[in-house]
């Protein structure tokens, strides 16, 4: 099992900045990819971003490219996300997972965190 923990969440302004992390543990936690979903009020979840075990590769969906950014601490056991230019639109819950599969990490996870609300005001 994998467990995660994530912390960095808030309320901001429209253009502000927040960083989300999320700290993993486990018996399981070895070359495991890891990154961020998201759920909207009324919307489904998607995928916002992830990281390979290495760190080597990433992936972000288009909504965010050139506002967020994703990385692993050399450690690899946290994982954060920055997020810059905030909007309204970016408004979520935000849930940290891990998968042993990199590739497809966009269509879903095995091990998921509890959430943390990032609200972006106008």
């Known amino acids: 099992q994998v467990q995660l923990v994530e912390s960095g969440g808030g309320l901001v302004q429209a253009g502000g900045s927040l960083r989300l992390s999320c700290a993993a543990s486990?018996?399981?936690?070895?070359?495991?990819?890891m990154g961020w979903f998201r759920q909207g009020p009324g919307k489904e979840r998607e995928f916002v971003a992830a990281?390979?075990?290495?760190?080597?590769?990433?992936s972000l969906a288009d909504s965010v490219k050139g506002r967020f950014t994703i990385s692993r601490t050399n450690a690899k056991n946290t994982v954060f996300l920055q997020m810059n230019s905030l909007k309204p639109e970016d408004t979520a819950v935000y849930y940290c997972?891990?998968?042993?599969?990199?590739?497809?990490?966009?269509?879903?996870?095995?091990?998921w965190g509890q959430g943390t609300q990032v609200i972006v005001s106008s």
């Open positions: 997972a891990a998968d042993h599969e990199f590739y497809s990490f966009n269509r879903g996870a095995t091990y």
């Open positions: 486990g018996r399981t936690f070895s070359n495991v990819a």
């Open positions: 990281i390979s075990w290495s760190g080597g590769a990433t």
